[in-house]
C-alpha cells in the first residue's frame, strides 16, 4: 500500500519558477496579498505574489513591525505548497480493492458517511467513545469552532490538540507562577537588555527571526548565556555556553539560584512586594552546591558561577526557553526553574526585563487559549469551574450541565482506543503517527479503531489510515486569526481560493454537525462571525479577547492580549504596575488575587527512562531549519527538502571512535520501542554522552520509533528529549 500511497499522494517535491524567469517569461502577479507565514509562532509578515489564484511567489512586508521583511529558509519557500501535484483535490475513501489503497468520492457523500459513523459509534458505545484531535497551526476561529463543535456536537469530553506535544508546559509553569498563560514581553524588549538566557532552544534553525532580536542587543553589549546539550548556530556566538545533560536543567536552575542568594545578587524587595513562596524555595535549593550541580549537569563549576554572575548582577535581563527544557516529564519544574531565576532578580514587568516562550507551531499560542485543550474553555477558563461552565454555557446558549466535563490529553486518548474505551477518532492539522513518541503503539491504535476521518489538504501517514478523507484547506485559502510568539493577535488573509473539492475547514466541520443532526450554534457564515462569538466568550477570561476586532487587528498591525475593551490598545507588556488585570484589581501585577507571582520549590527528578549498560547512551531530538513539524508540508517543498532529505544521527568524536564510526556510515540506534537506521555525523557539537536525530520524517525514517512516551504529570507532554538508547554500526548501507 505505502509503495502505491505514494506514487498518487506523495510525498512528491516541487518546484518552481523563481522570480527572474518569471519576469523573463512576462508572469507577474495580478496582486499582492499582505499575510503571514503557515509555519512556526513567530508568523511572520509577507505578502504573497497571485496570478490568477495561484501564488506564484513572495514579496517582503517590510512595515509589519515583528520581522520588517526578514524571512527564514521556509518562509521563503512556502508558497511552493500552494497548487502542488499532491494537494487533495477530492474527498477520499479507504478502498483495499484499489492500488492505491483509496478512491475518490463524492464530498457530500463523504460528510454522510462520516455522520453516520459517528451516530453509530456514539448509539452503540456513548458520546465519549469517539473522540476530537485538532491542532495549533488552525486559526484561532477554527481552534474555537472544534471545541464547540466537540463538546455541543459530538457532545464528547474527549478532544485535544497537537500543542500537546509544544507549549504545554511551559504554558502550566506561567499559570502556577504568573497566573496567566504567554509571554510577558513584546521582543522589542529582548533589544534592550543586558544580559540574555536562552535554555533549550536551537533559536537560529527553529525560530531565525528571533535571533536578529538577540543579535540586535548583543551588538549593543549584552551577554548571551546558551543553555542546550549540542553547540546550536546561536551557541557558536554566544559569550556563555552551558553544556547541560539532558533532563537536567532544573539543577542548573537551582544550582544558579542559590549562588545567586549567596552572594545577595537577588533583589529582596521586588521579592518582599510581588511575590510569594521565597523561604521555601530558598532553603530548598540550598541543597544544590556548586560542586553537587556540576556533577548532576555536567557543566563544569567555573562556567556555572560565571551564569550565575552575569543574571545575578545584571541590570536588565531576558529569559528564552523553549522545547529543551519543556519536552520532559518533568517539563513543567523545568520552566518553574527558569521562573524562579527571573523573579528572584526581580527584572520583570518593565522596559528590557522579562520572559518569554518560544512557541513552536504557527498558532501556538492562540491555539490553547480558546477551548480546543481537554480541560479548557474559551478565554483560558477551566472546563471544572461552576462560574466559568455558567458563563459559557450562557454564550452559547446551553445548560451547563450540556457541556461535557475535562476530558484526557492526545497520548491518553490512544490509550483509550487501546483499552477499547474509544472507538472513533476525526483528526484536523495533526499527524500523530509521526508526531507522537512510540509511533509503532499509534499505528496499531489508528488501525484498531473502527472508524477514522481525518480533514487535511495533504494525505499524511497518518491520514494513511483514515476511512474517510476529507480535502481541507492550506492557511493561504481562507482567513481568520492567529496569536503569534509575543502575544500579538495578527490578521491571516485569504490569498486564493481552494482547488476542486477542497474547502475551508470551519465549512467541513459544521457540514458534519449538520448531517449528525446536532448543529445547534454550529451555523456560522464566516471566521468573522465566529471571531465575534469568540470576543463574547473570551470577555473577562485570563485571555481576554473581547476589545480586538479585525479593523483593529489591521490598523495597528496585531493587537497584544489582553485587550478588554476596543478602546483598550492591547498590552504589550504584561505586569507592569497599573496594567489591566481583571484577576487582581489592582492588587499587583500578577493574575492572582493579591497580585503577587508564586515561586516554586520544583523537586528535581531524572528522566523516566535513565542510561544504564545495555542502552548507555542518551537521546535527544529537535528540528532543522529547513524542515517543521511532521514534515508533512516541508517535505513537499523541494529547495526546502534538498537542504535536508534525510535524517541523520548527529555522534560526538570520542563517540564515534568507541563504536568504530566514521562519519557518513549508517548507524543502527536502538530504544526499548524500536530501532533505525541513521547516516551518522559526526561532530565536536555535542556531548559525548549524547546523539541527536531530528524528528520530521516517517516510517523507519522516523526518530519517534524511539522516543518515550513518558509524560509531565502536569502538563502530560511527553518526554522527546531525553531517552536511553544504543548505537551500532548498521548493515544497511542506505536507508530505506
Given at each position: 500500500m505505502e509503495n502505491a500511497y505514494f506514487k498518487k499522494f506523495g510525498p512528491h517535491t516541487s518546484y518552481q519558477l523563481d522570480d527572474q524567469e518569471r519576469s523573463d517569461r512576462g508572469l507577474e502577479p495580478d496582486k499582492l496579498v499582505k499575510t503571514h507565514c503557515c509555519f512556526c509562532g513567530q508568523q511572520c509578515g509577507m505578502q504573497l505574489k497571485v496570478r490568477e489564484n495561484k501564488i506564484i511567489g513572495i514579496e517582503p512586508w517590510e512595515e509589519f513591525p515583528f520581522n520588517r521583511g526578514m524571512l527564514c529558509p521556509k518562509g521563503v519557500k512556502r508558497y511552493l505548497q500552494n497548487s502542488h501535484p499532491d494537494r487533495l483535490l477530492h474527498a477520499y475513501a479507504k478502498d483495499p480493492s484499489s492500488p492505491e489503497g483509496f478512491?475518490?468520492?463524492?464530498?457530500?457523500?463523504?460528510?454522510?458517511?462520516?455522520?453516520?459513523?459517528?451516530?453509530?459509534?456514539?448509539?452503540?458505545?456513548?458520546?465519549?467513545?469517539?473522540?476530537?484531535?485538532?491542532?495549533?497551526?488552525?486559526?484561532?476561529?477554527?481552534?474555537?469552532?472544534?471545541?464547540?463543535?466537540?463538546?455541543?456536537?459530538?457532545?464528547?469530553?474527549?478532544?485535544?490538540?497537537?500543542?500537546?506535544?509544544?507549549?504545554?508546559?511551559?504554558?502550566?509553569?506561567?499559570?502556577?507562577?504568573?497566573?496567566?498563560?504567554?509571554?510577558?514581553?513584546?521582543?522589542?524588549?529582548?533589544?534592550?537588555?543586558?544580559?540574555?538566557?536562552?535554555?533549550?532552544?536551537?533559536?537560529?534553525?527553529?525560530?531565525?527571526?528571533?535571533?536578529?532580536?538577540i543579535w540586535a542587543a548583543r551588538e549593543k553589549g549584552a551577554k548571551i548565556i546558551v543553555v542546550d546539550p549540542r553547540i546550536t548556530p546561536i551557541a557558536r556566538t554566544c559569550d556563555l555556553y552551558l553544556p547541560v545533560k539532558p533532563g537536567r536543567d532544573i539543577v542548573l536552575f537551582h544550582g544558579v539560584l542559590n549562588i545567586m542568594i549567596q552572594n545577595n545578587w537577588i533583589d529582596q524587595k521586588f521579592i518582599n512586594?510581588?511575590?510569594?513562596?521565597?523561604?521555601?524555595?530558598?532553603?530548598?535549593?540550598?541543597?544544590?552546591?556548586?560542586?553537587?550541580?556540576?556533577?548532576?549537569?555536567?557543566?563544569?563549576?567555573?562556567?556555572?558561577?560565571?551564569?550565575?554572575?552575569?543574571?545575578?548582577?545584571?541590570?536588565?535581563?531576558?529569559?528564552?526557553?523553549?522545547?529543551?527544557?519543556?519536552?520532559?516529564?518533568?517539563?513543567?519544574e523545568n520552566c518553574l526553574g527558569a521562573i524562579n531565576l527571573v523573579l528572584a532578580s526581580g527584572r520583570i514587568g518593565r522596559e528590557g526585563c522579562g520572559y518569554g516562550m518560544?512557541?513552536?507551531?504557527?498558532?501556538?499560542?492562540?491555539?490553547?487559549?480558546?477551548?480546543?485543550?481537554?480541560?479548557?474553555?474559551?478565554g483560558n477558563r477551566d472546563i471544572e469551574n461552576p462560574e466559568h461552565r455558567e458563563y459559557i454555557a450562557k454564550v452559547w446558549g446551553v445548560d451547563e450541565k450540556d457541556i461535557?466535563?475535562?476530558?484526557?490529553?492526545?497520548?491518553?486518548?490512544?490509550?483509550?482506543?487501546?483499552?477499547?474505551?474509544?472507538?472513533?477518532?476525526?483528526?484536523?492539522?495533526?499527524?500523530?503517527?509521526?508526531?507522537?513518541?512510540?509511533?509503532?503503539?499509534?499505528?496499531?491504535?489508528?488501525?484498531?479503531?473502527?472508524?477514522?476521518?481525518?480533514?487535511?489538504?495533504?494525505?499524511?501517514?497518518?491520514?494513511?489510515?483514515?476511512?474517510?478523507?476529507?480535502?481541507?484547506?492550506?492557511?493561504?485559502?481562507?482567513?481568520?486569526?492567529?496569536?503569534?510568539?509575543?502575544?500579538?493577535?495578527?490578521?491571516?488573509?485569504?490569498?486564493?481560493?481552494?482547488?476542486?473539492?477542497?474547502?475551508?475547514?470551519?465549512?467541513?466541520?459544521?457540514?458534519?454537525?449538520?448531517?449528525?443532526?446536532?448543529?445547534?450554534?454550529?451555523k456560522f457564515e464566516g471566521p468573522r462571525e465566529i471571531f465575534e462569538e469568540l470576543r463574547v466568550a473570551s470577555k473577562g477570561g485570563i485571555s481576554d479577547y473581547y476589545g480586538i476586532t479585525w479593523e483593529k487587528i489591521e490598523k495597528q498591525m496585531g493587537v497584544f492580549w489582553p485587550c478588554p475593551t476596543e478602546d483598550h490598545p492591547g498590552t504589550p507588556r504584561l505586569f507592569e504596575p497599573g496594567s489591566w488585570n481583571p484577576i487582581a484589581k489592582g492588587a499587583g501585577p500578577f493574575y492572582f488575587a493579591d497580585g503577587k507571582a508564586r515561586f516554586h520549590a520544583a523537586k528535581y527528578s531524572p528522566p523516566k527512562e535513565e542510561t544504564d549498560k545495555e542502552y548507555p547512551i542518551i537521546l535527544t531530538t529537535?528540528?532543522?531549519?529547513?524542515?517543521?513539524?511532521?514534515?508533512?508540508?516541508?517535505?513537499?517543498?523541494?529547495?526546502?527538502?534538498?537542504?535536508c532529505p534525510e535524517p541523520f544521527v548527529e555522534i560526538h568524536p570520542k563517540l564515534a571512535q568507541h563504536f568504530g564510526i566514521q562519519n557518513g556510515d549508517m548507524v543502527t540506534v536502538e530504544s526499548r520501542r524500536g530501532k533505525a537506521d541513521f547516516k551518522a555525523m559526526v561532530v565536536k557539537t555535542i556531548r559525548p554522552d549524547t546523539v541527536f536525530i531530528p524528528y520530521h520524517w516517517e516510517g523507519r525514517k522516523s526518530a519517534n520509533q524511539l522516543t518515550n512516551s513518558a509524560q509531565d504529570p502536569i502538563s502530560k507532554i511527553p518526554e522527546y528529549k531525553a531517552c536511553a538508547v544504543k548505537i551500532y554500526k548498521s548493515t544497511r548501507e542506505v536507508v530505506q
Open positions: 478512491r475518490a468520492m463524492d464530498y457530500d457523500e463523504a460528510v454522510k458517511k462520516v455522520a453516520q459513523e459517528i451516530n453509530k459509534i456514539q448509539a452503540q458505545h456513548g458520546y465519549d467513545a469517539f473522540a476530537v484531535l485538532t491542532g495549533a497551526s488552525l486559526t484561532t476561529e477554527k481552534t474555537y469552532l472544534m471545541g464547540k463543535f466537540a463538546r455541543l456536537c459530538l457532545k464528547t469530553a474527549n478532544i485535544d490538540y497537537n500543542g500537546r506535544l509544544c507549549m504545554v508546559s511551559a504554558g502550566a509553569a506561567c499559570k502556577k507562577a504568573f497566573g496567566i498563560d504567554r509571554s510577558a514581553n513584546a521582543w522589542d524588549d529582548i533589544t534592550k537588555s543586558d544580559v540574555i538566557w536562552i535554555a533549550g532552544s536551537n533559536v537560529a534553525e527553529c525560530s531565525p527571526i528571533t535571533t536578529e532580536y512586594e510581588h511575590t510569594v513562596g521565597f523561604e521555601d524555595l530558598k532553603e530548598h535549593v540550598s541543597q544544590w552546591t556548586l560542586d553537587k550541580t556540576a556533577k548532576e549537569t555536567g557543566i563544569d563549576e567555573k562556567s556555572i558561577m560565571k551564569a550565575a554572575e552575569l543574571w545575578g548582577q545584571a541590570s536588565k535581563s531576558f529569559m528564552l526557553h523553549a522545547r529543551g527544557i519543556e519536552h520532559h516529564s518533568h517539563g513543567v518560544i512557541t513552536g507551531q504557527a498558532n501556538g499560542q492562540g491555539g490553547r487559549e480558546h477551548g480546543q485543550k481537554c480541560d479548557q474553555l474559551p461535557p466535563r475535562k476530558g484526557v490529553d492526545a497520548y491518553e486518548i490512544f490509550r483509550k482506543v487501546d483499552r477499547g474505551e474509544i472507538k472513533g477518532l476525526l483528526s484536523i492539522c495533526f499527524n500523530p503517527l509521526v508526531s507522537l513518541p512510540d509511533n509503532n503503539f499509534i499505528r496499531k491504535m489508528l488501525e484498531k479503531l473502527d472508524f477514522f476521518v481525518a480533514i487535511d489538504f495533504f494525505m499524511s501517514e497518518t491520514a494513511q489510515y483514515a476511512d474517510i478523507v476529507l480535502p481541507g484547506s492550506l492557511q493561504e485559502e481562507d482567513e481568520g486569526t492567529v496569536t503569534q510568539v509575543e502575544g500579538r493577535v495578527i490578521k491571516i488573509n485569504k490569498v486564493v481560493d481552494a482547488p476542486g473539492d477542497a474547502r475551508a475547514d470551519w465549512k467541513i466541520i459544521q457540514d458534519i454537525a449538520r448531517e449528525v443532526g446536532r448543529n445547534h450554534g454550529l529537535g528540528r532543522v531549519v529547513s524542515q517543521f513539524l511532521s514534515g508533512n508540508q516541508t517535505r513537499r517543498i523541494g529547495p526546502l527538502n534538498d537542504q
